[in-house]
């Protein structure tokens, strides 16, 4: 009996070595993985912060983009959404991308402006005619150079989203340039905002967005400039009793992810990340302006805020007297993004 248990064990024995060998390994031989392989069975969290409401063209274009995200990679990269500066308000969340705090913001182009000055030609005042005349700039090498200098080392450009225009509110009309003197504005920090409203005769602060509706209710400001969205979502007509609706300032919003976050992706995921985004920032050209002349219809329509309509006449005199921001600024916006800027209509430039 003993002897047969011995010839089962080596029989049992010998048939797991056939095994092994049949597959093309020994237990002499480590078992090789293909490293791209590694890790693809792991979901990948990433954190896209933001300080606007969710039914604002940014929240919207944010949602839909962690959606086709979603779609496009099977559920395996998740795009957490954190609206409303519920982790880091617009004063906060640029250093939080750098140090890995969250993975994806989009700062309006004015954030920025200091730390990238090729961008402050987003902020001068009438740079753009329409939203048509923004997405030429931006896929052209206009677009190419703005991109570019986005330098830091932890930090990858990947899209600029609409806003739209800005118009003015205050609690007194603002028509002509003299009405802005001695007034005080809410601002994003932004030289080039600081310098408009000093050409204008008035003062600016820069204060969060998430704490513009308080500061205006306490006075603190005496008016602010917003897209039509922004002004409608937060409210800002309960607080402000004018608005000049002259587009006078472009709004858009620079999306980032952190560069670290970034290169562990793999070659799919970052597709996949690309693709929704081009598919987003496609869309939300469309919707930003649909949004903002529709929250200029139903403020028009309930009465909500004293409305004037900017006449040519009166955007001739706030471009003339806004000029000098141009020269005052020509040389730090760099003569490569200029002459590209130049090029956009066929109107004749402020430079």
Known sequence: MKSLGWLIVFLLAGLAISIAVGFGFSAKEPVHYDAEQEGLDKKVIIRFSHVVAENTPKGL?????????????????????????????????????QTGKVEMIAPATSKLSSRYPAWMIMDLPYAFKNESEVKEAMDGRLGQLLFKAINDENIKG??????????????????????????????????????????????????????LYRQLQFKN????????????????????????????????????????????????????????????????RQYAKKMNDRALAEMKAKNLIHIHM???KEKE?????????????????GTQVLEEWKKLGADERAL
């Open 61 to 97: 274009a944010v949602s839909r983009f962690a959606q086709l995200v979603r779609e496009k990679t099977d559920g395996m990269v998740e795009i957490r959404v954190y609206p409303n500066a519920t982790l880091f308000d617009d004063e906060k969340e640029f250093q939080a991308l």
């Open 158 to 211: 990947l899209a600029l989203w609409d806003n739209g225009f800005k118009q003015m509110t205050a609690n007194r009309p603002l028509i002509d340039p003299e009405d802005f003197k001695q007034m005080k504005f809410r601002i994003m920090a932004s030289p080039i905002l600081q310098a408009q409203f000093r050409a204008l005769g008035a003062k600016a602060e820069s204060y969060s967005f998430n704490d």
């Open 221 to 284: 400001v005496e008016g602010e400039e917003n897209t039509l969205s922004n002004i409608y979502s937060k409210r800002l007509y309960q607080v402000q009793r004018h608005m000049t609706v002259s587009n006078h300032g472009y709004l858009g919003y620079i999306v980032l992810i952190n560069k670290t976050t970034w290169d562990k992706l793999s070659p799919k995921q970052r597709a996949a990340i690309e693709s929704a985004m081009a598919e987003t920032t496609a869309w939300i």
């Open 310 to 312: 900017q006449t040519n």
């Open 317 to 333: 005199a706030w471009k003339k007297r806004l000029a000098p921001v141009y020269y005052q600024f020509k040389d730090t916006i």
